[in-house]
């Protein structure tokens, strides 16, 4: 028999209203929307009580690590993190072994996805096994729902290619995302370049680096007409280069990271590796100017970049240990710090980690009838019932030890935070309750 849920006294967020309201949902779908409703008998009942009552969050950016020949994490224990998190969809990353740049890993990674409570939706590669040489075959990964395309860890170097990528993508309506980095400027960096890279002796990760890919691919989206998403983005430059983008009316998308807008490059100076991330952690400026994007809406999206890592591997020196950090079980608390805490603005915080997510992937049902949808919603009628209940008053100290995913290489462990997921409902059913899974 189908669980009737009832959301109970929580402050429902649409994209414009912000008001007290019951929810209750029935058969995956949302059924009525108001104060004070009648709670139907044999109905469970979830207490949102000074709670955000929103749509679930979508992170365009994860790494799940399969396939893979060293698992560190798998799409299993991946979904459980974001179920943590308040996540409802995830955008599994190509860079895995090997790269997701055919219809058959597609379909593998898919099929592994539909076994875990939430949505998985795969990005797929540019280029085959990510070279940036010769375009992957994008139509028939397309086919099978893909939407987002990239070949992320490097960028597609080669302007003729990354031209030709463009033109092949726009009558499949896809996305392309590029992660911003030209690698013969930053090849062999560590950390961000600057007076404190020179003096710790590590070689840097210059913001011209990604400056230049930022400026080539508006440029190339201008001439093909295409739509570029522009991942992980770090400087204040940037953000200019984006607004001025947007001005002259191009289909670009920018996101940040969490762990971009609240840390800076001072915290490698103990040469801990667990701050060791690329792009790199930027200035204490650029940290400033990308949380002033957050509010102004210069920035669409916040993503995780989620990225496990061995503890081995962690382990070693600062030059020669992997990038990346955990993200997707407090991500939220880290959006909703940089938005300002208390000031937060709460149609902006689900702006961020949803519905403009939702958008970018194509994940909602009125964008793209191909593929996973009814993400990002309205908190409406009808709507289907992929929700979050986010407590914004509760303060809570993150620890590594107990992460659902199978790595601990967060930099975030033993800090206090403010805002927790209290509960997820992903496909209609209460996947988390009480910051536990069910």
Same mark, same amino acid.
């Given at each position: 028999?189908? #669980?009737? $849920?009832?959301?109970?006294?929580?402050?429902?967020?649409g994209?414009?209203?912000?008001?007290?309201? @019951?929810?209750?949902?029935?058969?995956?779908?949302?059924?009525?929307?108001?104060?004070?409703l009648?709670?139907?008998?044999?109905s469970?009942?979830?207490?949102?009580? =000074?709670?955000?009552?929103?749509?679930?969050?979508?992170?365009?950016?994860?790494h799940?690590?399969?396939?893979?020949?060293?698992?560190?994490?798998t799409?299993?224990s %991946?979904?459980?993190?974001?179920?943590?998190?308040?996540?409802?969809a995830?955008?599994?990353?190509?860079?895995?072994?090997p790269?997701?740049?055919?219809?058959?890993?597609?379909?593998?990674?898919?099929?592994? =996805?539909?076994? #875990?409570?939430?949505?998985?939706?795969?990005?797929?590669a540019?280029?085959?096994?990510?070279?940036?040489e010769?375009?992957?075959?994008?139509?028939?990964?397309a086919?099978?729902g893909v939407?987002?395309?990239?070949?992320?860890?490097?960028?597609?170097?080669?302007?003729?290619?990354?031209?030709?990528?463009?033109?092949?993508?726009? !009558?499949?309506?896809?996305?392309?995302?590029?992660?911003?980095?030209?690698?013969?400027?930053? %090849?062999?960096?560590?950390?961000?370049?600057?007076?404190?890279?020179?003096?710790?002796?590590?070689?840097?990760?210059? +913001?011209?680096?990604?400056?230049?890919?930022?400026?080539?691919?508006?440029?190339?989206?201008a001439?093909? %007409?295409?739509?570029v998403?522009?991942?992980?983005?770090?400087?204040?430059?940037?953000?200019?280069?984006?607004?001025?983008?947007?001005?002259?009316? $191009?289909?670009?998308?920018?996101?940040?990271?969490?762990?971009?807008?609240?840390?800076?490059?001072?915290?490698?100076?103990?040469?801990? !590796?667990?701050?060791?991330?690329?792009? !790199?952690?930027?200035?204490?400026?650029?940290?400033?100017?990308?949380r002033?994007?957050?509010?102004?809406g210069?920035?669409?999206?916040?993503?995780?970049?989620?990225?496990?890592?061995?503890?081995?591997?962690?382990?070693?020196p600062?030059d020669?240990?992997?990038?990346?950090?955990?993200?997707?079980?407090h991500?939220? +608390?880290?959006?909703?710090?940089a938005?300002?805490?208390?000031?937060?603005?709460?149609?902006?915080?689900?702006?961020?980690?949803?519905?403009a997510?939702a958008?970018?992937?194509?994940?909602?049902?009125?964008?793209?009838?191909?593929?996973?949808?009814?993400?990002?919603?309205?908190?409406?009628?009808g709507?289907?019932?992929? $929700?979050?209940?986010? @407590?914004?008053?509760?303060?809570?100290?993150?620890?590594?030890?107990?992460?659902?995913?199978?790595?601990?290489?967060?930099?975030?462990?033993?800090?206090?935070?403010?805002?927790?997921?209290?509960?997820?409902?992903?496909?209609?059913?209460?996947?988390?309750e009480?910051g536990?899974? #069910?």
């Amino acid at each position: 028999m189908t #669980t009737r $849920l009832v959301v109970r006294g929580g402050v429902v967020v649409g994209p414009k209203t912000v008001a007290p309201a @019951d929810v209750v949902i029935e058969g995956g779908r949302i059924t009525a929307v108001g104060e004070n409703l009648d709670v139907p008998s044999r109905s469970r009942v979830v207490d949102a009580s =000074g709670c955000w009552v929103g749509p679930g969050f979508v992170d365009i950016h994860t790494h799940l690590r399969e396939p893979s020949v060293n698992e560190c994490d798998t799409i299993e224990s %991946g979904a459980r993190a974001g179920a943590i998190g308040g996540y409802c969809a995830l955008v599994a990353m190509p860079n895995t072994e090997p790269a997701l740049d055919s219809a058959a890993l597609v379909a593998y990674v898919l099929q592994l =996805g539909a076994r #875990t409570p939430l949505d998985v939706a795969v990005a797929g590669a540019i280029t085959k096994g990510r070279l940036g040489e010769s375009l992957a075959p994008m139509a028939e990964m397309a086919a099978l729902g893909v939407r987002l395309f990239t070949d992320d860890g490097r960028a597609v170097d080669d302007p003729s290619v990354m031209r030709r990528a463009l033109t092949y993508a726009k !009558p499949l309506g896809v996305r392309l995302a590029q992660h911003c980095e030209d690698e013969r400027l930053a %090849g062999g960096g560590a950390m961000n370049e600057g007076a404190l890279s020179s003096r710790l002796g590590l070689v840097g990760r210059p +913001a011209l680096a990604e400056e230049l890919m930022v400026m080539r691919d508006i440029e190339l989206a201008a001439l093909t %007409g295409g739509s570029v998403h522009f991942m992980h983005l770090t400087t204040a430059r940037s953000m200019d280069l984006l607004r001025a983008a947007r001005a002259r009316g $191009l289909d670009v998308t920018a996101e940040v990271t969490a762990h971009h807008v609240t840390l800076d490059e001072s915290l490698c100076e103990g040469f801990d !590796p667990i701050y060791k991330v690329h792009p !790199p952690l930027r200035t204490v400026a650029d940290v400033a100017a990308l949380r002033r994007a957050l509010v102004d809406g210069t920035v669409d999206a916040v993503a995780t970049d989620h990225a496990p890592h061995s503890p081995e591997s962690k382990d070693l020196p600062f030059d020669e240990a992997p990038p990346g950090m955990l993200g997707l079980e407090h991500a939220a +608390a880290l959006v909703y710090e940089a938005l300002g805490g208390g000031d937060c603005d709460p149609r902006r915080f689900f702006d961020l980690l949803s519905r403009a997510p939702a958008r970018i992937a194509q994940l909602r049902s009125s964008d793209q009838p191909v593929g996973l949808s009814g993400h990002g919603s309205d908190v409406l009628v009808g709507d289907d019932a992929n $929700l979050v209940i986010f @407590d914004p008053s509760s303060q809570w100290r993150i620890n590594r030890d107990a992460l659902h995913s199978r790595t601990a290489n967060t930099p975030y462990h033993e800090r206090l935070v403010i805002g927790r997921v209290r509960a997820t409902i992903a496909k209609g059913h209460l996947v988390v309750e009480d910051g536990e899974l #069910t």
